[in-house]
């Protein structure tokens, strides 16, 4: 097989990407690196305000949109086909991750986890691949899992660690049927990663503090992670680098599952 230089490898010009929950966070640190790798990119999210931030009205735009929502979804599609011309990859990474203990979690809080954190994936994965069958020339999709889709970070999210094992399952088998269209579909697990949504869930004081905190110290690389180490890793699943995998999930975690 020839070899490519890796320039080349990595090079995403004339490519089409969506990141969902891409206006803040791990999401923007992915669209950052895929759009520097020189994708064209559509950050699909809620928040308008720091959505719009970081378009250039040209090669990265912004659609506001509930992942969670099969209508919004479907516009989200077309809207990436319209813009762009198409979709090469998309990147399934808005998330949600409300601290409840289970004994007090109503089914309304199960559910709206389950349907921003798993939900969305399917609905996404579903649309996504559909327009990339029907382009013909394969594609990649990347799912944003979590470390707890293989063991528990804290309490309080018995909700989240479910919907995230079940990302991770769904994971495994759509890269199994969508292998013979050349989708390749692989995640990222995330540990502890600085971002608005992290910021949010440490109010001074309370349990949730102390949870965060018990965290920390088990990091052996001693620092929370920064977006930017999520979307290198994301380049590199988005790009030739990554010709040989599918059905995988990357952990990036500062070591914190070792300890
Ligand atoms: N930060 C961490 O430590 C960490 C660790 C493991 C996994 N993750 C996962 O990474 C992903 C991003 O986390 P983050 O910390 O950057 O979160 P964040 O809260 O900082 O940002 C999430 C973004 O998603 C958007 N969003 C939320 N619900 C949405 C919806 N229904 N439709 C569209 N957009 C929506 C928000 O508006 C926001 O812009 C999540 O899936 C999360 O579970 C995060």
New binding site residues.
Partial sequence: MEQKPISELINLSGKNAIV????????LGIVSRLAEAGANVLI????EK??EKSTDGKKVKFLK????QEEEVKKMIETVAKEFGGLDIIVN?????PQKPVSHMTKEDFDKVMS??LR?VFLCTREASKQMISQGHGGRIIN?????ALHPSMIGLAH?DAS?HGVWGFTKNSALELAEHKIWVNAI??????????A?MSPSGGDVKKNIEAFMAKIPMRR??E?DD?GKVALFLASDLASYMTGSQIVVDGGVLLS
């Fill in positions: 969902t929950g891409g206006a803040v966070g791990i999401g699909a999210d809620l928040d720091e959505g949109t509930d992942v969670s990474n808005a998330g949600i991750y921003v954190n969305s944003i899992t979590s470390i707890d989240y995230k697990a995330p540990g502890g990663i600085a971002t608005p949504g992290v949010k929370m992670g977006p999520i």
